[in-house]
């Protein structure tokens, strides 16, 4: 492999990454702080903040792109590519799968992103 092919590589897997980390962002940066109401059940909602949204929107996006330009590497141009590439490609109910599938496997490559990172990053 050339190097450019290997530089492009690093950057998808940052990205990725940094995708990864975007539910981080949206679980702990929005929704519910958790305080008042409730039953006070035992019972643990097995929804996250990404889920309730339901669709993209402004704040998914922001966190989004919060996440991805807080690394140097991909550059807001790439990053704002690829968000806009998710929101127009992949729906939604997959975004949050691939949300989940990145959460408990950081090193997941899931193809519908490596395919929109390399688009990206060759533009």
Same mark, same amino acid.
């Given at each position: @492999? ?11 897997? /940052?990205?990725?990454? *940094? *995708? /990864? ?9 929005? +929704?519910? &702080? +958790?305080?008042?109401? +409730? &039953? /006070?059940?035992?019972? #643990? $909602?097995?929804? $996250? ?7 993209? =929107?402004?704040?998914?996006? %922001?966190?989004? @792109? ?12 790439? !990053? ?8 127009? $490609? *992949? ?6 799968? #691939?949300?989940?599938?990145? =959460?408990?496997?950081?090193?997941? %490559? ?6 929109? #990172?390399?688009? !990206?990053?060759?533009?």
């Amino acid at each position: @492999m050339g190097g450019g092919t290997n530089r492009l590589l690093w950057i998808a897997a /940052g990205v990725l990454a *940094v *995708v /990864g980390l975007v539910g981080l962002v949206i679980l702990f940066g929005g +929704g519910d &702080d +958790g305080g008042g109401g +409730g &039953d /006070g059940g035992d019972t #643990i $909602t097995a929804t $996250t903040p990404i889920e309730e949204a339901g669709d993209y =929107n402004a704040a998914i996006e %922001r966190n989004f @792109m919060d996440s991805c330009t807080s690394d140097a590497e991909p550059g807001e141009a790439v !990053c704002q590519c690829a968000y806009d590439q998710i929101e127009a $490609t *992949v729906p939604f109910d997959r975004f949050v799968e #691939i949300d989940e599938q990145l =959460n408990d496997n950081p090193d997941a %490559r899931p193809q519908e992103l490596v395919d929109i #990172i390399t688009e !990206c990053t060759t533009q």
